[in-house]
């Protein structure tokens, strides 16, 4: 690793480059890679915390740093030093935690509490140690424009908001986590960068001259000058594994990623994060969010897969929401029946090569169930796009009865693969989850208001319930309300998730990752799907009327009175689910 004067700047646009510290300008000298760096000598002194800024050309506008760790004034101002290693870590007994066998939690830190910060966060770690989950999985928290965000219009990728505490606070979060038992996830972005506070163009070839995806230009991947574009990528990858001590990261929609090079970027970062972990002597894992349906991100390099360790599975979702709902519109139209949550639990991918209506062409590649471990697929009944992206950001809760948002626990907390749970989600939260943003340009405001309504016309649905995210009220419903899981219906569904994610943990065939022990047996008339796993069975009806089902052992677990076990029958009243061990 090439070790760089701490205010150096790869910058080949420019034919000038000034670093202004402490009020006074330096000219930098520029280096055949497009480097630019003080004179030899040169700001030997600087104060591992001072505020810096970059000058392009004679433009006399301060720029932050492309790599800027902290941004105390937000993402159009100058930057400011930070040095991870100056905080006294309390983890020097975590030795990390794989991926196979373990539970995810996703949350979002501005809505997770009421304070909406790292520190806040971490008051609420206990009730996720209570809950019995094994990582936690952060959206994005790099830099923004705006006070609060999803996460994904950050721009200053090393930098941590400063709303959210910044670095330091980040640190202090990871840590705690780490002394509770919970793993860290960090969501990042690859993929795009916001519309406000996006400089990156004027210092160099960030940006593909060609192209676009959903949300603006492609990132720079294998155009000229791409190489240092990579490194800007893999180098950020390996700062929150290394210097924050992060167990993992989640690759923001990778689809999106268009690299033509012969070793993609993904395959790349698997190889450098391998490495790292082989030093640090603990598991870092790779997660990408894909809509491919293609198992070679998650194939092993040795088999000349890309390498990352798991990915989510968008059709465990659909086949779920649509069971439990009935919601067939749009790209739930292909998901109708529980033959098809049948074939999702037992070949991984609904789309393995069949038609997808919604994208008008045939979509996805087969499993190799023989070889492939069904962990690698992490599955969700709710995560924050499922949520936030419909029309008022209503969870389940809004909508389902309280016995199928148990049966949704339930066929969510025993399949073969990695199941993740969205924030409140343990207790049916009433609160929804909305777009939000916080732009402070009006005219960025305006137009994504305005985009938003329009999507949502698009799909039929009235533009006048569809939330202003401009609105700050729209972030302020969003926020988790901490009084419900104390009592009632919301106490006795967070009761269900611990006594589910405890049987996880104690049943060695939940955990089984193997795609041949999976059998499961679907009957869309009476509403029934059975699901065994060894000599575990998890049943349950989503019917009308009384429904019987073999079944054999003694019942574990059931979410329902009436559920009854009698000489290898399972009688399951309407809408309830049960769980039996073999003798």
Request: aromatic share 8%.
């Amino acid at each position: 690793m090439t070790i760089r004067h701490p205010l150096a700047v790869w910058a080949p646009k420019p034919e000038r480059v000034r670093v202004r510290v402490l009020g006074a300008d330096h000219d930098l000298v520029r280096g055949d890679d497009g480097w630019w760096a003080p004179a030899e000598g040169g700001l030997a002194d600087v104060a591992p915390d001072a505020e810096y800024g970059y000058l392009l050309g004679d433009d006399d506008r301060v720029l932050p740093d492309p790599r800027s760790r902290r941004q105390p004034r937000g993402v159009h101002e100058s930057s400011q030093r930070f040095d991870p290693a100056e905080h006294r870590w309390q983890d020097d007994a975590w030795t990390g935690r794989p991926l196979a066998g373990g539970v995810i939690y996703e949350l979002h830190i501005g809505t997770f509490t009421p304070e909406g910060t790292l520190d806040s966060a971490i008051e609420r770690l206990d009730h996720l140690v209570a809950l019995g989950v094994d990582f936690v999985e952060v959206l994005p928290v790099n830099a923004f424009n705006g006070t609060h965000n999803w996460g994904y219009d950050g721009v200053l990728w090393y930098a941590v908001q400063e709303t959210y505490g910044g670095p330091a606070a980040y640190q202090r979060f990871v840590d705690a986590c780490h002394q509770r038992g919970l793993a860290v996830i960090q969501d990042v972005v690859y993929n795009h960068l916001g519309a406000s506070g996006n400089y990156l163009p004027e210092y160099g070839p960030y940006l593909a001259e060609a192209g676009g995806n959903t949300w603006g230009a492609s990132v720079n991947l294998d155009g000229p000058d791409s190489d240092e574009v990579r490194a800007y990528i893999i180098e950020n990858a390996l700062m929150w594994l290394r210097d924050y001590h992060v167990d993992g990261l989640r690759l923001d929609a990778v689809h999106a990623l268009v690299d033509h090079r012969a070793k993609h970027v993904l395959e790349q970062m698997a190889e450098e994060v391998a490495v790292l972990s082989a030093h640090l002597r603990r598991p870092l894992t790779l997660i990408a969010e894909s809509d491919m349906n293609d198992a070679r991100l998650i194939t092993s390099r040795e088999a000349h897969g890309y390498g990352l360790d798991a990915q989510w599975s968008d059709d465990f979702h659909h086949a779920l929401h649509v069971a439990l709902t009935g919601e067939t519109t749009g790209y739930y139209g292909d998901f109708a029946g529980l033959g098809v949550l049948q074939r999702v639990l037992t070949h991984g991918f609904f789309h393995d090569g069949t038609f997808s209506s919604f994208r008008e062409r045939h979509h996805g590649r087969p499993i190799d169930r023989l070889t492939l471990p069904a962990h690698r697929l992490v599955t969700f009944a709710q995560d924050h796009d499922q949520i936030g992206n419909r029309a008022t950001g209503d969870r389940l809760s809004e909508t389902l009865s309280p016995a199928r948002l148990a049966i949704g626990a339930v066929l969510n907390l025993t399949t073969p693969f990695t199941p993740m749970l969205f924030m409140g989600e343990e207790w049916g939260a009433s609160t929804p989850w909305q777009f939000f943003t916080s732009h402070p340009e009006p005219e960025l405001g305006k137009a994504t208001a305005e985009g938003r309504i329009a999507e949502f016309a698009k799909m039929g649905w009235d533009p006048a319930i569809v939330p202003d995210p401009q609105d700050p009220e729209t972030f302020t419903r969003s926020k988790l309300d901490w009084t419900e899981p104390e009592g009632g219906a919301h106490a006795a569904l967070l009761d269900l998730h611990r006594r589910l994610i405890d049987l996880r943990h104690r049943l060695p065939e939940l955990t089984d990752p193997r795609f041949p022990t999976i059998t499961a047996v679907a009957n869309d008339a009476a509403g029934t799907l059975v699901l065994r796993r060894g000599g575990v069975s998890v049943a349950v009806n989503l019917g009308e009327a009384e429904a019987r089902v073999e079944a054999a052992g003694s019942l574990v677990l059931t979410t329902a009175q009436g559920v009854a076990l009698d000489s290898g029958t399972l009688v399951l009243p309407a809408e309830s689910a049960a769980i039996t061990v073999a003798a």
